[in-house]
């Protein structure tokens, strides 16, 4: 089974602070998405990152792939209540989307 | 863009109920949806892969007998949840992509979910 570990678990700031969240494996993926999800809603697609090294910038937020495919990274700088959520890493085995353990972010004004 | 639809977006209902949740692609056909369980504060967990004309694929603890999926037209696959019990209380989320080419370039479209409540 590919797990897909994210850290921390929750994270709780003050607007205008930074954070990153990581996304780790032990398995390699051919590439990885990063996905937000609000209370009651399905997740949304943030970015996908397939090439390994590869740094993708959406606003605040920068992605990052790990060299070895295993890793990725999500960075949030000058964090805003709106960006309050959960963060889930996802990968694809075979056809299918597995998803991170995921990251409960909280942003305070 | 490609719009998951599904419905009904939260259902109530006493133990013992059969309920059916719809998820529908909009403007797209999906030969392949998924069925995803979430928990509260928990990630999504895949429940079956549902294929257009044929038998939908479970994943490992998954009883088939327990959520029966149809995938009748490329627009559409329902879950029902059988005889439902407080257990099965959690919210239920479907995706799908465009499909085509290489899947793991291709984002999944999700639904909106369906939040059960069995009392």
């Known amino acids: 089974t590919q797990l897909l570990e994210q850290s921390p678990q929750f994270l709780s700031i003050q607007e205008g602070e930074n954070l990153t969240v990581y996304c780790n494996s032990s398995?390699?993926?051919?590439?990885l998405q990063w996905y937000r999800q609000e209370p009651g809603e399905g997740p949304v697609l943030l970015v996908t990152?397939?090439?390994?090294?590869e740094v993708k910038k959406l606003k605040r937020l920068t992605f990052q792939f790990g060299d070895a495919r295993k890793d990725s990274s999500l960075h949030i700088t000058a964090a805003q209540p709106g960006d309050t959520g959960l963060y889930l890493c996802?990968?694809?085995?075979?056809?299918?989307?597995?998803f991170g353990t995921g990251t409960r972010l909280q942003v305070f004004p | 863009g490609a719009v998951v639809s599904q419905h009904p977006s939260r259902v109530i209902c006493k133990s013992g109920t059969s309920v059916k949740i719809e998820c529908r692609s909009l403007?797209?056909?999906?030969?392949?949806m998924f069925w995803y369980r979430q928990f509260p504060k928990q990630s999504l967990m895949l429940m079956a892969t549902?294929?257009?004309?044929?038998?939908?694929?479970?994943e490992q603890g998954v009883e088939k007998d327990k959520f029966l999926i149809n995938h009748a037209s490329l627009t559409l696959s329902t879950l029902t949840v059988t005889s439902a019990h407080p257990e099965d209380s959690s919210f239920y989320i479907c995706?799908?992509?465009?499909?085509?080419?290489?899947?793991?370039?291709?984002?999944?479209?999700f639904g909106d979910g369906t939040r059960l409540s069995i009392l």
């Open positions: 995706s799908a992509y465009t499909g085509g080419g290489d899947y793991s370039n291709q984002p999944q479209h």
């Open positions: 398995s390699v993926f051919s590439s």
């Open positions: 990152v397939v090439t390994g090294g």
């Open positions: 996802a990968g694809y085995n075979t056809d299918k989307l597995i």
């Open positions: 403007d797209f056909q999906a030969t392949t």
């Open positions: 549902s294929n257009e004309g044929s038998k939908a694929t479970y």
